[in-house]
């Protein structure tokens, strides 16, 4: 079963009488459930909380299979995002879901067994494409899974098309569905990485550094894909001896020869965020660093401060080992030279770059 | 609703001492400047007589006209012609509206009236009619947090406070800041603020700085605020208020952005130092975010120009320009 608490469930009317919320709730025993017609005052819980331990299912209108929301002032990864459900249960001091969807609790969508075989469609009709879709951009891709049970629906669909991957990205443990299907090719699982201070005193609810990097391990042993995310980098007392305890960790549980690219991005998040991570997280250090206003008006460190992040983070990964297939989040050109030492010059660079890595990997 | 009743009141002459001298539950007034109407009343008389509610003690509040009573009262009218009417027949809650539509047909409530509005309606009507129907009357975006927020700004934000806000010398934006404060703080914050006048720009720059400031050094803004280096700004007697706000800006920002502030220094020794002809100037991009520097030249004609070009080819240095951070990354 999930870590995660879940003490009431609200559900929409679109995902009245679903297959899939009938499943979720029999998984559910004895929670309070509360059937709603949309969001009013009475379904939102304390802002301070964001609905956390409300699930809330209901029918999706949007597309499911969106570009991941780069700006073009700054080279993109070009992954698509596969949109399952928005916020999450971990409650990390800086996530930006906590300023980007205007709407509590976590939502999932109850209409994707629905809505995937429009998704997959429209993979198969462009074969000459190669698509990276990933579940862990608007929420965490398996702390629920236990609940929801994405990953029996997605593995077996993803697994057996040759123009696209699907990838995990999680802070937690939850692992065992995966390890118990019997799917392993064209799959990714992710793990967001964080220096030992940043993950114990930022990111409240995942998994210890420890913990994911068992869960990677048991994960690449049973033949699965690892890709890894230090995102966001951040500046704190001693980071870079923190970094390197981390990567130290990476190296005694993983063999580096089985990940298909580790992201290197640091922190950065749109003005409104600021006063929310001041009121939700009081001690957090997360907004101590120096941030100048980017070129796409988010907040992000002063540039060398972030070219010193890259930098060192390249120099000790890649003593780790040399195929590692690095790549910075959201990043200029200039500062990807400096950092590491060669550019993808733009988004459709990197998106190469980082098909290659399928292709080499995968076939 | 009994508000249509109440029109055909006959007016009676009453003693102004008798009337509650506060605004009272139902007024809505705040920051205003009586002598404008004082002077309308004093050339042409009162044109409209104001409603007060008479409660089981004889006691007498002002329903609609506080203005002018005040005015009046200023003027030394010793009977004030008045409409009143028995607690018994009209409810708080149409007190209230009477006040408030009554205000809305001859002027634009201030921002602290709105709240004060909000404030009033919050505990006597729906919170959904008062987001669909008074948000939108007081032209306000019909939401949540904005409700919160003027019914906050009412009540926590100090008089002073209120005062400096309507009188624009703070923005709604600054009174946003200052009430994310802790009581105490917001006063120290604001005490200082507006003892050196900081325009509207530098208020946010100001509050910004000095609260992350505060949780990065951990220390409470009182103490930051009393530090020496600052102290020394405000009692200088050889600068004005705009150079003593500068300064401390200045100052805070070398503290909240040392490495940005280092670059920026950095770039411009280098400059400074490359003798670049008068006409040609070099700047740096905002925040040094953008990859490119931009070469400024100013010339009258082809000739000028092809001269500061040659100028510039010679100019010695101009190779080692660069990012100012170069060595220390």
Redesign the interface.
Known sequence: MSNFTIKKVLVEEGARKRAFTDEVLSKLPGIPVQHVKGIT?ATVSDELDMGKDTLHLLSYKGEFLKPCPGTREYICCGYQILNVATNCPINCSYCILQSYFNQPNLRVFANLDEKIDQVLKEIDSKPECIFRVGTGEFTDSLAIDSITCWSDLLIPRFSERKNAVLELKTKTTQIDRLVAGKYRDRIIVSWSLNSPYISAHEEHKAASLKKRLEAARQCQSEGFVLGFHFDPLIPHPHWKDEYLRTIELMDKYIDPKGIIWISLGSLRFMPGLK?II??RHPGSCV??G?F????DGKMRY????R??LY?FMRENLEKWHQNLGLYLCME???VWQ?SLGWSPKNTIGLSSYLDRRVVEIFG | MGIPKITPIKSQLVNPNKIEDFPGPYCMSFGFDIRPLAQSIDRVGLVNCPLLIENKNAELTVIVGYRRIHALKTLGWDRIPCGVLSEFEVSPLECLLLNLYDNLATRKLNEVEKGMVLNRLHSQVP?KEILEVYMPLLELPSN?PTLLFFIKLEQELDTEIKEYLVQKKISLQTAKMLL?MESDERSHVFNFMSSIKFNINQQKQFIDNI??LA??ENKPTHELLNEPSLKAILVNKHSNNPQKAQAILKLLRGR?????VK?EKAFKKKVSSLDLPKSASIHAP??????HYRLEVLFREGKELKETINRLTLTEDLDDLG?P?EK??
């Open positions: 005052s006063p001041r009121r907004l101590d120096e100048i206003t980017g070129l002063f540039k060398p401060i070219i010193a930098r200029s050109d200039d400096k | 919170r949540e994310k609260i992350d949780v990065i909240r952005f040392p490495s940005l670059a905002p925040y040094f975010e953008e990859p990012d951070w220390d990354v």
